[in-house]
């Protein structure tokens, strides 16, 4: 048993509905009491999608339990086939179905419906909404590409792919598909079918005749793509183009598996991507080695930790993400940029690695966007689980180049700007640039009973005015005095590297001069 | 059932005759109460004996963590308790302990029970006991189900109330006669009443559920109750059961229910009527007046109700009787008799009425109806907006001040919002 308050990931059949809300002429029935359509909220009013998401509830009580929950589900079944005319049918069992036992799939194919019945068997109690998605789009691409031959191809045709994995409530992939489809026009590369966001179940029966596979969301696609690499010896893209580095790549193997010249994606890239040059230009000096605290989907987050430290200059302080069955790629990635990975979905244990870290920009999901606003760090989202925010009206990808110019600002509006963080900085005492004064452009956004804890009070700083004794160590007024004009963010580190240094140098008393000279013993 | 039979059955059903259906419910489970109860009992922490999926539907339906740490939370089953592995009870008492160490503000820890921990039969009301020989009577711990197999929405405030009643102390038999107004509600709303029961010389008040657990009132023979909140039929059964008695009236929405029920109060503590003219006069006239703001947008229009929170008989009476709207359908999740027919007497007996729910079909009702207005949970509120009808989210009719006179307004005002509203745009679906 797990004591939870918020979660990451939603059960199984959350991801098997996001599958199902995807794709055209599919309907998902699913065996569930009253309650678990709360489901359909997420796209109604999250996606604010407009029209209830295909799913149909089976709506069991306590009273049919041990009598008639199975004659439910199939009443249930077949009315839904009758009322919505799929080209196929998804059927499960939420958590509390999973343990009456009735076999939906087994009950379904007694019902001769005359079309495809998809069983899911996801475990409730075991795995959770990612995974949920993944098997349920592999089941769907292995029950109806399974035993098909690829059409054969006139010579010389253009070569084609599939884009597996952007799916409902996906992390801005309403967008980032206008992206990566700009790509592969550039390359002279077709889309033979991109799915499941806008495939039918049909559409899933041409997947074979695709020359090679894009693997946009491995969290969703990676099972799918590793059985069509074995069934049908397509080869798989699995550089996710976040970022300009990652965007160069993913032309290059594109058009390497296409047989094409990378360089055909040159004029879209000279005309289209701006973040180079803003990340080049004077005003972005100032980024240089600011403390990024990333988490999220493995995707996004190894994504990010990438573009914050090759692209923007950053420095990754701290790197984790919910995608266990990802971790190793996040574990990698942390490595590479010499932090201790963070593989949990405990949102508290992420908070206090955020607290540790002291980072000056975090980029994370909805919950890290609370803590640090609690915090008030400036933060940025960059992956699911999301909310209403994360569907902006106007076109806002992450992937290819206009994906970066969106993460460039995104990432950089945030932060307090060069020149001001200067004022700040040498005005410190000025009314308006206090500690608890927010910065004037996030006035907007901060203020309020949510930051209402500020992050001293989470130092192990104590009062002032009166010398601070901790061990052998104590501060003099004055420098404790001089320690608060050092900005909030730095401080506590700032703290314990001058008590560090005092108590190497065998110090009692730490004064001015000992904060200075632990600061240039430290210097960068 | 073909087409033709859905429209004769709508337009036949009636308060006498509701149309039953039993289909695909699109409403909450009752563990959604929380979202309020946890803010109204503010020593209290709801912990949730479930699965990931009632953890999921908590976040979701409190918007996406409104509250950097609420006062409620899921114990997850995991596959290794079910197989056996671990011991679910041990896990459970690991799981408060953990809790209760983080918490220290928590005066009582209340075990809500799930589909999935009801139909594995975990016994929670053994394990409140067996906890409370551990944590009380510091930390008091008490359990109710809030599953979606029982109990729809506010059906889970009506199970928490009737385990506060069964906690209840008896109340000494010398007491004087007191008051309890069941049902929680914003606790702005609580204080108009209570000044208004001071005024009127009713001076032994309490309200369930209290804001503090620490402050549960007494009961006993000589206690009289009256609901605030339709939907709390097992909690009616309980009070009686500890001899409480009962006083009838519709619910306080709108200046004639609220006039109606501190009436209903006002007789049995045996208040003069020109006090109570007196004291309620300039309320109602309050009410009067902020209502006709509201009468132009709601007069004539038809409003269609999709059943939510039991709370529907009393808005269509209120939305008929005070702002002139006239009712196509009220659906109701479960039509409690007795607690319902002070409304249904205020109604005519054309209004159609439909408890359960078969949503595709009432949903066709409903287009076929082509209502003005259509009262609405949040899973079908978008989906009708893209049709081009109009649409208010019935969530906000258990999330907003709306009892009493000060708020009679606001409630119109709930409805005509959405009216308004589209004659402002100039842009379109």
């Given at each position: 048993m797990q004591l939870t308050i918020w979660t990451y990931e939603g059960p199984p059949h959350v991801g098997a509905m996001r599958i199902a809300a995807s794709m055209k002429d599919l309907h998902y029935v699913l065996h569930a009491p009253q309650g678990d359509t709360y489901a359909d909220l997420l796209f109604t009013m999250i996606e604010r999608r407009k029209s209830r998401p295909p799913v149909t509830y089976s709506t069991f009580q306590a009273r049919d339990l041990g009598s008639d929950t199975a004659e439910i589900f199939k009443r249930t079944c077949r009315d839904a086939v009758e009322r919505f005319k799929p080209q196929a049918v998804l059927v499960g069992a939420s958590c509390t179905a999973e343990l009456i036992q009735d076999d939906p799939g087994g009950l379904a194919k007694t019902l001769e419906l005359g079309i495809p019945v998809i069983p899911l068997e996801l475990p409730s109690y075991q795995k959770k909404e990612n995974w949920g998605a993944a098997e349920t789009f592999y089941q769907l691409v292995r029950g109806f590409a399974g035993g098909r031959t690829p059409e054969p191809k006139e010579e010389g045709a253009p070569k084609s792919c599939n884009i597996l994995g952007p799916t409902s409530l996906g992390f801005r992939n309403r967008d980032d598909i206008v992206e990566v489809k700009k790509l592969l026009a550039a390359l002279g590369v077709e889309v033979n079918v991109c799915a499941p966001l806008g495939a039918s179940p049909a559409d899933l029966t041409r997947l074979p005749n695709a020359d090679f596979n894009i693997v946009l969301y491995p969290e969703i696609a990676d099972t799918a793509a590793r059985w069509l690499e074995r069934e049908f010896k397509q080869p798989s893209v699995r550089t996710v183009p976040i970022g300009i580095g990652a965007t160069q790549e993913f032309i290059r193997e594109v058009a390497d598996l296409a047989g094409v010249d990378p360089a055909l994606a040159l004029p879209l890239e000279a005309e289209e991507e701006r973040f180079s040059w803003y990340s080049r230009s004077i005003d972005s000096n100032y980024l240089t080695g600011k403390r990024v605290f990333i988490y999220g989907d493995a995707t996004h987050a190894v994504a990010a930790a990438r573009v914050a430290e090759k692209e923007l200059g950053f420095k990754v302080c701290g790197l984790g993400t919910y995608s266990r069955e990802f971790a190793r790629d996040v574990r990698a990635a942390a490595k590479e940029y010499g932090v201790e990975p963070l593989i949990t979905d405990d949102h508290l244990e992420i908070e206090d690695a955020i607290i540790a870290a002291q980072p000056e920009l975090v980029l994370g999901t909805q919950m890290e966007r609370h803590v640090a606003k609690r915090l008030r760090i400036p933060c940025a989202v960059i992956s699911s689980p999301i909310h209403v925010q994360d569907f902006p009206a106007r076109y806002s990808p992450q992937m290819g180049f206009e994906g970066a110019n969106v993460l460039f600002d995104s990432w950089v509006h945030p932060l307090t700007m060069g020149l001001e963080e200067h004022l700040l900085t040498m005005f410190r005492d000025d009314f308006e640039f206090r500690d608890d004064a927010q910065a004037s452009h996030l006035a907007a956004i901060g203020g309020g009973a949510e930051s209402a804890a500020p992050m001293e009070e989470v130092e192990e700083a104590p009062a002032e005015e009166k010398p601070v004794v901790e061990g052998e160590l104590s501060w003099a007024n004055d420098a404790e005095k001089e320690l608060k004009k050092i900005p909030f963010f730095v401080r506590g580190k700032a703290r314990r590297n001058t008590e560090a240094f005092a108590a190497q140098q065998g110090l009692a008393l730490i004064t001015v001069e000992t904060l200075y000279d632990a600061k240039a013993h430290f210097a960068r | 059932m073909s087409a033709p039979d859905l429209k004769s059955a709508a337009c036949g059903?009636?308060?006498?005759?509701p149309l039953r259906e039993r289909g695909q419910h699109e409403v909450f489970c009752g563990l959604t109460s929380i979202i309020w109860l946890h803010r109204k009992m503010q020593d209290a922490f709801f912990l949730i004996v479930g699965s990931r999926t009632c953890a999921h539907l908590m976040q979701s339906a409190a918007g996406v963590m409104i509250f950097a740490e609420p006062r409620f939370g899921t114990a997850i089953i995991e596959e290794r308790d079910l197989a056996g592995m671990a011991d679910m009870n041990d896990e459970l008492d690991s799981v408060v302990d953990r809790l209760l160490a983080r918490r220290p503000d928590i005066k009582m820890l209340v075990l809500v029970g799930s589909c999935p921990s009801e139909v594995i039969k975990l016994d929670l009301d053994r394990a409140a006991q067996r906890l409370n020989k551990v944590h009380a009577p510091d930390r008091r711990v008490l359990s109710y189900s809030g599953s979606g197999i029982e109990t729809t929405f506010t059906q889970g405030e009506d199970n928490f109330l009737t385990a506060l009643v069964r906690d209840m102390p008896v109340k000494s038999e010398t007491a004087p006669a007191s008051l309890l107004v069941v049902g929680a509600m914003a606790d702005v709303v609580e204080d108009q009443f209570e000044r208004i029961f001071r005024s009127l010389g009713i001076e032994n008040v309490a309200f369930l559920p209290a804001r503090r657990s620490t402050e549960l009132a007494s009961i006993g023979p000589d206690t009289r109750y009256i609901l605030a909140q339709p939907y709390l039929g097992t909690t009616v059964t309980e009070l009686e059961r500890r001899g409480a008695q009962r006083i009838e009236a519709p619910m306080p929405l709108g200046e004639e229910g609220t006039t109606l029920w501190l009436r209903a109060v006002a007789d049995t503590f045996g208040v003069p009527a020109e006090k109570f003219d007196a004291i309620t006069g300039p309320g109602r006239e309050r009410a009067r007046k902020a209502l006709t703001h509201y009468r132009e947008h709601l007069e004539g229009r038809r409003i269609f109700l999709f059943p939510d929170s039991q709370l529907e008989p009393a808005i269509a009476r209120f939305l008929h009787r005070e702002t002139g709207a006239e009712i196509v359908e009220v659906g109701t999740p479960f039509l409690h008799r007795r607690i319902t027919q002070p409304e249904f007497d205020l109604l005519p007996d054309s209004v159609g009425v439909s408890e359960g729910q078969d949503v595709d079909k009432q949903i066709e009702r409903c287009r076929a109806a082509n209502p003005d207005l259509i009262v609405c949970g949040m899973g079908l509120g978008n989906p009708f907006e893209a049709e081009g009808r109009a649409t208010k989210w019935s969530i906000e009719l258990v999330f907003s001040p709306i009892h009493g006179y000060e708020q009679a307004g606001d409630l119109a005002e709930l409805f005509a919002r959405p009216l308004s509203r589209r004659a402002v745009l100039e842009v379109a679906v």
């Amino acid at each position: 048993m797990q004591l939870t308050i918020w979660t990451y990931e939603g059960p199984p059949h959350v991801g098997a509905m996001r599958i199902a809300a995807s794709m055209k002429d599919l309907h998902y029935v699913l065996h569930a009491p009253q309650g678990d359509t709360y489901a359909d909220l997420l796209f109604t009013m999250i996606e604010r999608r407009k029209s209830r998401p295909p799913v149909t509830y089976s709506t069991f009580q306590a009273r049919d339990l041990g009598s008639d929950t199975a004659e439910i589900f199939k009443r249930t079944c077949r009315d839904a086939v009758e009322r919505f005319k799929p080209q196929a049918v998804l059927v499960g069992a939420s958590c509390t179905a999973e343990l009456i036992q009735d076999d939906p799939g087994g009950l379904a194919k007694t019902l001769e419906l005359g079309i495809p019945v998809i069983p899911l068997e996801l475990p409730s109690y075991q795995k959770k909404e990612n995974w949920g998605a993944a098997e349920t789009f592999y089941q769907l691409v292995r029950g109806f590409a399974g035993g098909r031959t690829p059409e054969p191809k006139e010579e010389g045709a253009p070569k084609s792919c599939n884009i597996l994995g952007p799916t409902s409530l996906g992390f801005r992939n309403r967008d980032d598909i206008v992206e990566v489809k700009k790509l592969l026009a550039a390359l002279g590369v077709e889309v033979n079918v991109c799915a499941p966001l806008g495939a039918s179940p049909a559409d899933l029966t041409r997947l074979p005749n695709a020359d090679f596979n894009i693997v946009l969301y491995p969290e969703i696609a990676d099972t799918a793509a590793r059985w069509l690499e074995r069934e049908f010896k397509q080869p798989s893209v699995r550089t996710v183009p976040i970022g300009i580095g990652a965007t160069q790549e993913f032309i290059r193997e594109v058009a390497d598996l296409a047989g094409v010249d990378p360089a055909l994606a040159l004029p879209l890239e000279a005309e289209e991507e701006r973040f180079s040059w803003y990340s080049r230009s004077i005003d972005s000096n100032y980024l240089t080695g600011k403390r990024v605290f990333i988490y999220g989907d493995a995707t996004h987050a190894v994504a990010a930790a990438r573009v914050a430290e090759k692209e923007l200059g950053f420095k990754v302080c701290g790197l984790g993400t919910y995608s266990r069955e990802f971790a190793r790629d996040v574990r990698a990635a942390a490595k590479e940029y010499g932090v201790e990975p963070l593989i949990t979905d405990d949102h508290l244990e992420i908070e206090d690695a955020i607290i540790a870290a002291q980072p000056e920009l975090v980029l994370g999901t909805q919950m890290e966007r609370h803590v640090a606003k609690r915090l008030r760090i400036p933060c940025a989202v960059i992956s699911s689980p999301i909310h209403v925010q994360d569907f902006p009206a106007r076109y806002s990808p992450q992937m290819g180049f206009e994906g970066a110019n969106v993460l460039f600002d995104s990432w950089v509006h945030p932060l307090t700007m060069g020149l001001e963080e200067h004022l700040l900085t040498m005005f410190r005492d000025d009314f308006e640039f206090r500690d608890d004064a927010q910065a004037s452009h996030l006035a907007a956004i901060g203020g309020g009973a949510e930051s209402a804890a500020p992050m001293e009070e989470v130092e192990e700083a104590p009062a002032e005015e009166k010398p601070v004794v901790e061990g052998e160590l104590s501060w003099a007024n004055d420098a404790e005095k001089e320690l608060k004009k050092i900005p909030f963010f730095v401080r506590g580190k700032a703290r314990r590297n001058t008590e560090a240094f005092a108590a190497q140098q065998g110090l009692a008393l730490i004064t001015v001069e000992t904060l200075y000279d632990a600061k240039a013993h430290f210097a960068r | 059932m073909s087409a033709p039979d859905l429209k004769s059955a709508a337009c036949g059903s009636s308060p006498a005759a509701p149309l039953r259906e039993r289909g695909q419910h699109e409403v909450f489970c009752g563990l959604t109460s929380i979202i309020w109860l946890h803010r109204k009992m503010q020593d209290a922490f709801f912990l949730i004996v479930g699965s990931r999926t009632c953890a999921h539907l908590m976040q979701s339906a409190a918007g996406v963590m409104i509250f950097a740490e609420p006062r409620f939370g899921t114990a997850i089953i995991e596959e290794r308790d079910l197989a056996g592995m671990a011991d679910m009870n041990d896990e459970l008492d690991s799981v408060v302990d953990r809790l209760l160490a983080r918490r220290p503000d928590i005066k009582m820890l209340v075990l809500v029970g799930s589909c999935p921990s009801e139909v594995i039969k975990l016994d929670l009301d053994r394990a409140a006991q067996r906890l409370n020989k551990v944590h009380a009577p510091d930390r008091r711990v008490l359990s109710y189900s809030g599953s979606g197999i029982e109990t729809t929405f506010t059906q889970g405030e009506d199970n928490f109330l009737t385990a506060l009643v069964r906690d209840m102390p008896v109340k000494s038999e010398t007491a004087p006669a007191s008051l309890l107004v069941v049902g929680a509600m914003a606790d702005v709303v609580e204080d108009q009443f209570e000044r208004i029961f001071r005024s009127l010389g009713i001076e032994n008040v309490a309200f369930l559920p209290a804001r503090r657990s620490t402050e549960l009132a007494s009961i006993g023979p000589d206690t009289r109750y009256i609901l605030a909140q339709p939907y709390l039929g097992t909690t009616v059964t309980e009070l009686e059961r500890r001899g409480a008695q009962r006083i009838e009236a519709p619910m306080p929405l709108g200046e004639e229910g609220t006039t109606l029920w501190l009436r209903a109060v006002a007789d049995t503590f045996g208040v003069p009527a020109e006090k109570f003219d007196a004291i309620t006069g300039p309320g109602r006239e309050r009410a009067r007046k902020a209502l006709t703001h509201y009468r132009e947008h709601l007069e004539g229009r038809r409003i269609f109700l999709f059943p939510d929170s039991q709370l529907e008989p009393a808005i269509a009476r209120f939305l008929h009787r005070e702002t002139g709207a006239e009712i196509v359908e009220v659906g109701t999740p479960f039509l409690h008799r007795r607690i319902t027919q002070p409304e249904f007497d205020l109604l005519p007996d054309s209004v159609g009425v439909s408890e359960g729910q078969d949503v595709d079909k009432q949903i066709e009702r409903c287009r076929a109806a082509n209502p003005d207005l259509i009262v609405c949970g949040m899973g079908l509120g978008n989906p009708f907006e893209a049709e081009g009808r109009a649409t208010k989210w019935s969530i906000e009719l258990v999330f907003s001040p709306i009892h009493g006179y000060e708020q009679a307004g606001d409630l119109a005002e709930l409805f005509a919002r959405p009216l308004s509203r589209r004659a402002v745009l100039e842009v379109a679906v």
